[in-house]
């Protein structure tokens, strides 16, 4: 999945992951697990994601997207005009609560995420195929300070038939990927075929979404 897939996608508007209002699972357990906002929440391949506003109105969100037509579409359906700047690799846009870096996110540096305490992925994991994720894994946790949280939304689903975006990814994968830096807890494992008739129609037989708590561990004792 390179750049030039997600452009296609953003100018074709075939955003079918993208929706039209804030995730449930987002507003039940973001209050309840997530810390008190200490600092800023990451959103790692945001697109014009609503659930940025949701968590805008309780901490300061740093989204990162590659599409400047996402992020032009975000600022403007919210009615907001943004100040413009650059931020190393990225132009940042930013009104009130809200930034997003137009660029691509694995050129995001350490220096630049130093006040988040929170991170939110939703579609953003499962949007890259298994090549990738390794790296996307490693990302986070280099840029994630020590106590950090990460609220996790997966899909999994036999991948023989469907292909992704998006891609299944099961709780071994999750145990795989971030086992070894991050203390893994699942709150919700869901069975979703039913309501998910697009997926249906793309031949699915199972399909089940998983929220995931992660939290950072500290580095061990030199
Ligand atoms: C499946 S969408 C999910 C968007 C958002 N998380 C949501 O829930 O609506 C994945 C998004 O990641 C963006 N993207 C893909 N690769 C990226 C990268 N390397 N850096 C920044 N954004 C990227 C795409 O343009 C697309 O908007």
């Known amino acids: 999945m390179d750049a030039q897939f997600w452009h296609q996608r953003w100018r074709e508007n075939l955003i079918g992951f993208h929706q ?6 987002l507003q039940r357990f973001w209050p309840e697990v997530v810390a008190p906002a200490r600092g800023t929440t990451l959103v790692p391949l945001c697109g014009k994601s609503l659930d940025m506003v949701w968590l805008g109105k309780r901490a300061p969100v740093l989204g990162v997207e590659l599409s400047e037509q996402a992020v032009a579409a975000f600022f403007s359906e919210q009615g907001l005009q943004p100040r413009r700047d ?6 940042r846009w930013h009104s009130g609560n809200l930034t997003l870096y137009c660029g691509d996110f694995f050129e995001l540096e350490t220096a630049q995420t130093r006040a988040v305490s929170a991170i939110y992925d939703r579609a953003a994991l499962i949007a890259l195929p298994a ?22 939304i997966t899909l999994a689903y036999p991948q023989a038939q469907m292909e992704g975006p998006p891609f ?38 199972a399909l089940t979404e998983q929220v995931s708590l992660l939290q950072k561990t500290p580095p061990p004792p030199a």
């Open 131 to 152: 090549a990738m994720r390794p790296a996307y894994a490693a990302k986070l946790t280099e840029l994630a300070p020590p106590g950090c949280q990460l609220l996790l």
């Open 20 to 25: 039209e209002s804030v995730n449930p699972h």
């Open 86 to 91: 650059r931020e190393g690799a990225f132009e």
């Open 168 to 205: 299944s990814v099961d709780e071994a994968e999750v145990q795989a990927l971030f086992g070894g830096h991050w203390q893994i807890r699942s709150l919700l494992q869901e069975d979703i075929l039913e309501r998910e008739s697009r997926f249906r129609q793309r031949g699915l037989s």
